[in-house]
C-alpha cells in the first residue's frame, strides 16, 4: 500500500510553483513586448534631446541625458520591461553604424600608445585584456561635447572606456568585423591632454582590435 504523504506546513508545492514561474514569465514577456515600441520612441526622442543641449553647450545636461537614452537602450537590448533611470556610469550599449560628417578628429590605431600588454599591430591596437589600452595625444581640440565613433572587430562581444582628463564613456560593444559605430557623447575639457581607451572585457581569444577612433564636434 502507498501512502501519499501532503507537503508540511508552510512548504512550498513544487508543482503550484512551477505554474506560477511560467505564468509570470509569460506575463512579464507580454508586458516586455508591449512596451518596447514606447521605450524605442523614447529613447530615439532622448537622442534627440542629447544633441539639442551638445549644441547649446549644454554638456552637463547632454550627459545627463546621454546616460536616460542608455539606460533605456540597455533595457531594450536586454528584453526589458521597465524604463529605468541612467546610474551616473554611462554605459552604451552598441549601435548601428553612422556616416561621418565633417568638424570630426580621428584618431588611428596605428598612432596610438599601447600600455598594460596592448599592441600596435597592422594599423590596428589589440586589446586582449581588461585594463590594456591605447592612448592618442590631443592638440588644439576645443573643449565641448563629442559624438564617439569606434572602428573595431571582435569576435564576441567586448567593452571598453573612452576617457578625457575627467569625463568618460563606457561602451558596451557587440562582436563587430571592422565597422565604424557611434558610442555616444563624451565631454571634452580644456583641462584634457590624451583620450585614453582602455578595454573593460576581451581576451586573448577574441581580441578587441581597435583600428581607428573619431570624436565628431556637436558644435
Known sequence: MLLLVPPAAGDPDPAAT???AAKRAKFEAAVASALEPVNKKY???LRRLEKEFALAKNYEA??????????VEKALAGGGKLVTTGNGG???PNK????VAGGERVFAGSAATAADGAVVDGG????TG???SAEWALSGLSPGGYQVVVTYD???PAAFQVKEHFFRLNCDAAASSGKAVEFGTLKVTSRAKSILLTATKASAASPLRIKEVKLISNQ
Open 62 to 71: 547632454a550627459i545627463a541625458v546621454r546616460d536616460e537614452r542608455l539606460a
Open 18 to 20: 512551477a505554474a506560477l
Open 43 to 45: 529613447a530615439a526622442a
Open 90 to 92: 554611462g554605459t552604451s
Open 130 to 132: 581588461p585594463g590594456q
Open 154 to 156: 571582435s569576435k564576441l
Open 96 to 99: 548601428t553604424p553612422v556616416p
Open 124 to 127: 590596428y591596437v589589440n586589446l
